[in-house]
């Protein structure tokens, strides 16, 4: 064979295999309302974007960039700790930026775990804590998190063996997938651990600004967390900029001088106007617009997925439902796949995230800003027939009620763009509890209605 083992094992990423399912049906002439890859569909401000051009006219700006990022951003990363989360880093020796925070999580496993090597990683988490073992042969295990304990690891009930063996421990706070956020004593307790066994800390920052009850919290809080302790943020979800692979790697001087070590070995740096893109993005911060369009989101798509009886606790930050399926409708794989092919309603099955997702889990999202219009699903859902109103329990909907449901849903969820214009024009629309009711104040309403009228939805005249 011409191919690696490894590569004859490894398991299609599962949003590449959801993407591609996706595309295959676009070409097909079907649209498709995707609720399960984590893709902000809004644009970054316009200060990132100028910034951006205005490097990219440089000549110098097309030369390799510095492996270890820019000294400016690297400081104005170091400035944000301090604003942000009272934390003093030096930028010389503390920051690291990287083409992206996922490739960074990965490649992090190399610079500190060895062969024979242990990784604690969360049950359910992002998929790529579980790529060093599918990719470098690393040995895994799944620490679990569950409801009862607020979707947080608890090391004392992992075994002695295993945390005698473990080199690297990923964590992920606020949550991918379930929403949970931690507390400084949460930090306090697991550094000590950590310092205790002898293993490196990870801390994934991803949702540091979607946050809705508390706030973020950074374990370089702990002192002690210096010497054991390294996070990645990334400006992904906080300034729309994705598709851009900008992160860093924060903490530990050691921890962080291994990883350099390993980067510049596999990647080449950041496009400068991308980096001085980022200097700006920290410099004037996030749309506080971005992080109300998310709350607004994310109670519509509670209060829908609570109708059809979906049980989940509320996120506390990223825009997720970590939903436990209901009664009769299979497992989270075919009920993921049913609603792609019959609802055309794309969302991510839980056994994406981990063995618990086996249990019956499925994560919806809610990026695309055509969910504010999700009170459509009062419609529906109230047409269903529904034993016992009050309670979740007895809700079991047959598959194809809740694909109905979902696309109703979602039935404006291709209207982005006319809500981003209304939004950017300063228009006025409002929401009505339990059906679609947008009042637009516009001199170009057919444009939105239109759309309306392509999903089957309607606007009041």
């Known amino acids: 064979m011409l191919t690696a083992d490894r590569t004859r094992t490894l ?41 951006m051009l205005s490097s990219a006219k440089a000549i110098d700006s097309h030369r390799y960039p510095p492996l270890r990022g820019m000294a400016g951003l690297r400081r104005r990363v170091a400035e944000w700790y301090r604003q942000r989360f009272g934390v003093r880093l030096d930028p010389e020796r503390e920051v690291l930026i990287t083409p992206g925070s996922k490739e960074a999580l990965i490649h992090l496993s190399l610079a500190v775990v060895d062969p024979g090597g242990l990784i604690l990683a969360p049950d359910p988490g992002y998929p790529a804590y579980a790529m060093p073992h599918a990719l470098f042969g690393m040995d895994q295990q799944w620490v679990p998190l569950i409801a009862e304990q607020d979707y947080l690891p608890v090391i004392s009930q992992v075994r002695a063996g295993d945390l005698e063996r473990a080199q690297l421990m990923y964590v992920n706070y606020p949550n991918n997938p379930t929403g949970a956020v931690a507390d400084r004593r949460f930090w306090q307790d697991l550094v000590e651990q950590a310092r205790r066994w002898d293993f490196v800390i990870c801390s994934d920052l991803a949702y540091a600004d979607i946050v809705y009850e508390g706030r973020a919290t950074s374990i370089l809080e702990v002192a002690e967390a210096r010497s054991v302790a390294v996070e990645s943020i990334t400006f992904s979800k906080s300034f729309n900029m994705q598709g851009w692979r900008l992160s860093a790697m924060v903490g530990a001087p050691e921890i962080i001088d291994a990883l350099y070590r390993v980067e510049s070995q596999v990647n080449g740096g950041v496009y400068t106007p991308i980096q001085e893109a980022g200097m700006t993005a920290l410099e004037v911060g996030p749309d506080p617009a971005v992080l109300e369009s998310y709350r607004e989101r994310r109670q519509i798509l509670g209060q829908g997925l609570a109708e059809l009886g979906l049980r989940f606790e509320w996120p506390k930050a990223s825009v997720y439902f970590w939903a436990a399926l209901p009664d009769r409708v299979g497992n989270a794989q075919e009920y993921a796949g049913r609603l792609l092919h019959e609802a055309r309603v794309a969302v991510t099955p839980g056994t994406a995230f981990g063995p618990s997702g086996l249990r019956g889990y499925s994560r ?8 504010v219009l999700g009170g459509s699903l009062g419609l529906v859902v109230g047409s269903l027939p529904i034993a016992g109103r009050g309670s979740r329990q007895s809700f079991s909907p047959s598959l194809s009620a809740i694909s109905g449901a979902f696309l109703g849903a979602v039935a404006g969820a291709l209207v982005d763009y006319g809500l981003s214009r209304l939004r950017a024009e300063g228009k006025d629309y409002r929401l009505g509890k339990g059906r679609v009711l947008i009042a637009v104040r516009t001199r170009r309403p057919g444009e939105v209605r239109s759309l309306f009228r392509r999903f089957g939805a309607s606007l009041p005249k």
């Open 11 to 51: 398991a299609p990423y599962v949003f590449a295999d959801i993407d591609g399912e996706i595309r295959a049906m676009q070409q097909k002439g079907q649209s498709v309302i995707n609720l399960g890859i984590s893709d902000p569909n809004q644009a970054p401000k316009r200060e990132i974007l100028e910034s």
């Open 364 to 371: 919806h999202g809610g990026f695309l800003s055509g969910m």
